[in-house]
């Protein structure tokens, strides 16, 4: 916010996720022009992120810009559809029924639940495809109500929530190939528990 001004300011920039020109950042000649002037190829960055994408394409090709795209837009449309309850009762009822649907897409899709093992590579296919499209926005889903309903968390719960967030980032991670900087942390044994009534 600018004091003076007593308004926002925007300092996001945009950037082209294919370059503009055959010569730019992640350039691709294949793709029409028009295809590299639609919206769809621009994504919205920091100063600071788009000289970092720009003078680095190859750690950062067009398909991480996508994906990073993709996951900024569900961010932001569980925080805007997120609902905001009463009481912990309320929130512990739509916790529970998030984490039934990630149970119940576990028991039809998911690996043996004795030894982790997939039977085929077309069911692993299927595995990593609802991982990414259900379990992870499910996950995502819970810690936004966490955030949501803040006031409603006890001592503990927002950490569960944030294990919940690292550890569904290293999961997308993983389903979607790509490398993990360190040990992945554990599904917090504490997310059933969100907004459980606890005896005094």
Not at 79 to 84: A, K, Q, V
Not at 122 to 135: G, L, M
Not at 171 to 195: N, Q
């Amino acid at each position: 916010m600018d004091p003076k001004r007593k308004r926002s300011i925007s300092i996001a920039e945009r950037a082209h996720v294919v370059a503009h020109s055959d010569e730019g950042p992640r350039a691709n000649s294949e793709i029409p022009q028009e295809q590299r002037d639609d919206p769809s190829n621009i994504v919205l960055l920091c100063p600071n992120c788009h000289t970092k994408v720009d003078k680095a394409p190859e750690g950062y090709p067009a398909e991480y810009l996508l994906r990073a795209k993709e996951s900024r837009r569900q961010a932001v449309a569980l925080i805007g559809g997120t609902p905001s309850f009463l009481t912990r009762a309320d929130a512990h009822r739509a916790v529970k029924r998030i984490l039934l649907k990630n149970r119940l897409s576990f028991q039809e899709k998911g690996p043996d639940p004795e030894n982790g093992n997939i039977e085929s590579r077309e069911r692993a296919a299927v595995w990593s495809s609802c991982v990414i499209n259900e379990i992870v926005p499910n996950n995502r889903l819970i810690v936004a109500l966490v955030e949501i309903n803040e006031d409603l968390a006890f001592e503990g719960e927002i950490e569960v929530a944030e294990i919940l967030r690292q550890h569904t980032d290293a999961l997308e991670s993983k389903h979607l190939g790509e490398a993990l900087l360190g040990p992945a942390p554990r599904f917090p044994s504490g997310v059933e528990m969100l907004f459980a009534e606890r005896e005094e």
